[in-house]
């Protein structure tokens, strides 16, 4: 029988008012930080540690603090970062399309408060399921229980989250403020306008970072559909078709003014953008659909049991132990009624057809409830960084957008692909959120929470994360751009996620897209999915899960190539660990100060960048160089630095208690 580490019959503070206020700050920080990374790299990270460990320092100032208390702060503040993942991934597509000028706040706040809280709402009947029946494993979840169960410590070990946000900050002032260097080292060279040769790796610590906290086989699948794109489909694009006929083709799609003075960087960039990232489009079509197929029984588990769930009604309070009160079933219905009316609303401004809007609202609650329990069941099986939230997004957006196609035909594209992509982003900001807050909640369960506090405070941490993201959204787009370079704005946030999913939807709708590249890159998808079930049937500890390959396919290699080097580096400690015989206990800590140090460069590069944006909005120009300044080798040497400071402080926090 499982034993919390707090008792049930120990009443503890936990929903307190300054738990409510720091784990609403920290809500709306973190998930600003994660929009603005994600919006830059097409990749966000869980924020269930750090929050642990800020909140852990903050509440050391109180004498009476505990640490469910602490629990509750982290519960709020991976809501907001998780709540940011679901928004950036979907929303700025209709920015992107030109369906919306800027974000709407009414309409972005209302999507993402609505599809957070189904989120938590449909993950309550899942709770008892997943956690205390299935026993499933949750290990985001669990890590964060250790590390507050370490509590005691947090005051040496938030040294490190600092640290790490304090380098990464600096170093994205001197790189995009003070432009002291360039932010990417890029080669290319064009061998007789045929052979294509390219490199180029982005000097973002963040994102080297994100490939250290995966881990080295998921950053080697994002690297090997980078090599997929750049090393492989792009030379034989160019050599089948001809330099002359590829040039002529991107003067017509808009990317060069004349063939001539072409260099060959500025070359792989346009026929990218153009045509070959379609290959990652096509391969998370495929990757959506497989995850659909094989996670067949997961789904059928989890909504069976959330059904069960439903229909079993209300707990007995006065004899149901305080670690296993849930926010009422009824409350639970009300709740879910109350989210679908304004979200009907807003597809009927943009459907315009009642029957047609209230079809969609029933699909995209039963697609919500659907993916949530998949996001769920995956973030018990293999943790929430690993979930394929992008792949069952697109799966909505996909199915809807060919079922408004159905209902409403063609005349209006703009309008099908915009609510096919609403209907998509209450589902994504739904998924999001369910995989997050089961990891919180396993927490709790790890520890002796109380869920329904914790469910309490993941709402409240929805709701804080969505007012502020449509402002921190509209500043980026002012000072940064979103998606579609312009003469202001000529390298903006790439914004990949929302770029791919607008690419699905506009192209249902009639869009001019490269179907036949498309169809390579399903093909790519089907290939690397049959390659991962052969490495399961002869239990490869090395597997290939195609969305991981299908984003390495559709990011600029500059991204992927940073994501892999930090792969690397986790690799390298992991073996020197093994190699000098390092206790696990001992390994575990050094890894939590790894983490630690990672997400401070991630968050601390991503504020910085916030607030870079809104030192632009006022006029004020901080360059002190053209980007040139110390030469190509700067970048590239204060990086190499940063990951030595890395690799020697976790040695270090391997021979030392944190």
């Known amino acids: 029988m499982h034993k919390p580490y707090i008792s049930p019959e120990t009443k503890l503070n936990e929903l307190t008012f300054r738990s409510i206020i720091i784990g609403a700050l920290l809500s709306v920080v973190l998930g600003a930080a994660n929009a603005y990374f994600g919006l830059f790299s097409g990749l966000t990270v869980s924020a269930s540690i750090p929050a642990a460990v800020i909140s852990m320092a903050i509440l050391?100032?109180?004498?009476?603090?505990?640490?469910?208390?602490?629990?509750?702060?982290?519960?709020?503040?991976?809501?907001?970062?998780?709540?940011?993942?679901?928004?950036?991934?979907?929303?700025?597509?209709l920015v992107i399309m030109g369906y919306w000028e800027e974000f709407n706040y009414i309409e972005t706040t209302l999507i993402s408060i609505c599809g957070g809280v189904l989120g938590v709402l449909f993950t309550i009947p899942l709770r008892n399921a997943l956690i205390v029946k299935e026993k499933l494993m949750f290990p985001e979840g669990v890590a964060t229980a250790e590390v507050l169960k370490t509590g005691q410590t947090g005051g040496k070990s938030v040294k490190y989250l600092i640290y790490g946000s304090l380098i990464g900050g600096l170093f994205k002032l001197g790189t995009e403020a003070l432009k002291l260097w360039g932010g990417v080292y890029e080669k290319a060279a064009l061998v007789n306008q045929k052979a294509y040769l390219y490199f180029s790796l982005n000097l973002s610590p963040a994102l080297v970072a994100v490939g250290y906290i995966v881990g080295l086989n998921i950053a080697t699948l994002v690297f090997l559909g980078g090599v997929i794109t750049w090393w492989v489909a792009m030379p034989a694009y160019l050599s089948f078709n001809g330099y002359a006929q590829v040039a002529a083709e991107l003067v017509e799609a808009g990317k060069f003014v004349s063939v001539d003075g072409i260099s060959p960087e500025a070359l792989g960039g346009a026929l990218w953008s153009a045509k070959m990232r379609y290959l990652g489009v096509g391969a998370m079509i495929v990757g959506g659909l497989w995850a659909l197929i094989s996670l067949k029984s997961a789904l059928t588990t989890a909504f069976t049991s959330g059904v069960k769930a439903f229909k079993a009604g209300a707990q007995n309070v006065s004899e149901t132990l305080r670690t296993e009160l849930d926010t009422p079933m009824s409350w639970v219905l009300m709740g879910i009624g109350i989210m679908i009316v304004p979200v009907f609303f807003i597809y009927l401004t943009i459907i315009q057809d009642v029957p047609v809007t209230l079809f969609m609202a029933l699909i995209m609650v039963?697609?919500?409830?659907?993916?949530?329990?998949?996001?769920?069941?995956?973030?018990?099986?293999?943790?929430?960084?690993?979930?394929?939230?992008?792949?069952?997004?697109?799966?909505?957006?996909?199915?809807?957008?060919?079922?408004?196609?159905?209902?409403?035909?063609?005349?209006?594209?703009?309008?099908?692909?915009?609510?096919?992509?609403?209907?998509?982003?209450?589902?994504c900001c739904a998924a999001a959120i369910a995989g997050d807050n089961?990891?919180?909640?396993?927490?709790?369960?790890?520890?002796?929470?109380?869920?329904?506090?914790?469910?309490?405070?993941?709402?409240?941490?929805?709701?804080?994360?969505?007012l502020l993201i449509a402002p921190v959204l509209n500043l980026l787009l002012a000072s940064k751009g979103i998606g579609n370079p312009t003469a202001e704005h000529p390298n903006p946030l790439a914004a990949p996620q929302a770029t791919l999913m607008m690419s699905v939807a506009t192209g249902i709708f009639g869009g001019k897209l490269p179907w036949t590249i498309i169809s390579v890159g399903g093909g790519i998808g089907a290939l690397i999915i049959i390659a991962d079930q052969y490495l399961k049937k002869i239990g490869s500890n090395f597997r290939m899960p195609v969305l991981a390959v299908a984003?390495?396919?559709?990011?600029?290699?500059?991204?992927?190539?940073?994501?892999?080097?930090?792969?690397?580096?986790?690799?390298?400690?992991?073996?020197?660990?093994?190699?000098?015989?390092?206790?696990?206990?001992?390994?575990?800590?050094?890894?939590?100060?790894?983490?630690?140090i990672a997400?401070?460069?991630?968050?601390?590069?991503?504020?910085?960048?916030?607030?870079?944006?809104l030192i632009a909005t006022f006029g004020l120009d901080l360059e002190l160089s053209d980007g040139t300044f110390g030469g190509s080798l700067l970048g590239p040497g204060l990086l190499f630095l940063i990951l030595v400071y890395l690799y020697r402080s976790v040695v270090k926090a391997s021979k030392d208690k944190l």
Request: hydrophobic letters at 50%; zero cysteines.
């Open 438 to 466: 089961m990891q919180d909640l396993k927490a709790g369960y790890v520890l002796g929470a109380t869920p329904r506090n914790q469910q309490v405070m993941q709402m409240i941490g929805v709701v804080a994360g969505a």
């Open 599 to 613: 997400s401070g460069l991630i968050t601390g590069e991503a504020l910085m960048g916030i607030m870079i944006a």
């Open 366 to 427: 039963l697609a919500g409830f659907l993916f949530s329990a998949v996001a769920g069941y995956m973030a018990g099986l293999v943790g929430s960084s690993n979930n394929p939230i992008s792949g069952v997004t697109i799966a909505t957006i996909l199915s809807t957008a060919l079922l408004l196609l159905l209902l409403m035909g063609s005349s209006d594209p703009s309008r099908g692909a915009a609510g096919a992509i609403l209907v998509g982003a209450v589902v």
């Open 551 to 596: 984003v390495g396919l559709y990011l600029p290699f500059e991204l992927d190539s940073s994501i892999f080097v930090g792969g690397v580096i986790a690799w390298m400690l992991d073996r020197s660990f093994k190699r000098n015989n390092i206790s696990s206990e001992n390994a575990d800590r050094a890894s939590n100060a790894g983490l630690l």
């Open 60 to 93: 050391k100032a109180f004498k009476n603090s505990n640490i469910l208390e602490n629990n509750m702060v982290q519960t709020a503040a991976s809501a907001g970062e998780s709540l940011a993942a679901g928004v950036i991934f979907t929303i700025p597509a």
